[in-house]
């Protein structure tokens, strides 16, 4: 995905709402990096020169939990230069977290509560991960 990316790419998902130019390629780097088991399956591919969309299919297992996930997500692009410069996943968090987290998923996984604290890990450990890479 990084070679994909626009140097200006806005990226958003469910638990990376705001991400910007390398902070997007370097997520995928570091989700990646942990991913050990991870299996994606794409379908539903449209695009033309400005603009596109795909669904994909991920199973993995989470690394914060060990826990097995199926993470159904849609997704849409736009593109600039030949590149994604704007590029959106949508996926029902709570299926997620209850997959992911196991019971706290599935008793609080519907609530801001919990989507606020998944989203406060995950940039922590981002900029954990773009500090030890010297990546701005």
Same mark, same amino acid.
């Given at each position: 995905?990084?070679?994909?990316?626009?140097?200006?790419?806005?990226?958003?998902?469910?638990?990376?709402?705001?991400? !910007?130019?390398?902070?997007?390629?370097?997520? *995928? !780097?570091?989700?990646?990096? !942990? #991913?050990?088991?991870? +299996?994606?399956?794409?379908? +539903?591919?449209?695009?033309? =020169? #400005?603009?596109g969309r795909a669904h994909w299919d991920a199973r993995y297992t989470f690394s914060g939990t060990g826990r097995r996930v199926h993470n159904r997500v849609d997704a849409t692009?736009?593109?600039?230069? #030949?590149?994604?410069? /704007?590029?959106?996943?949508?996926?029902?968090? *709570? +299926?997620?977290? @209850?997959?992911?987290?196991? &019971?706290?998923?599935?008793?609080?996984?519907?609530? &801001?509560?919990? !989507?606020?604290?998944?989203?406060? @890990?995950?940039?922590?450990?981002? =900029?954990?991960?773009?500090? /030890?890479?010297?990546? &701005?």
């Open positions: 995905m990084a070679t994909c990316y626009h140097p200006d790419v806005e990226f958003s998902d469910e638990v990376f709402p705001s991400l !910007r130019g390398n902070q997007a390629s370097e997520m *995928w !780097r570091m989700l990646l990096s !942990r #991913g050990k088991d991870l +299996a994606v399956e794409y379908s +539903a591919i449209d695009a033309d =020169d #400005g603009a692009f736009a593109f600039r230069d #030949g590149k994604i410069v /704007r590029h959106v996943d949508r996926f029902d968090f *709570w +299926a997620w977290s @209850r997959q992911a987290l196991g &019971p706290l998923g599935l008793l609080l996984g519907f609530t &801001p509560l919990l !989507r606020k604290r998944v989203r406060g @890990r995950a940039a922590a450990q981002l =900029d954990a991960w773009l500090s /030890r890479t010297k990546t &701005p």
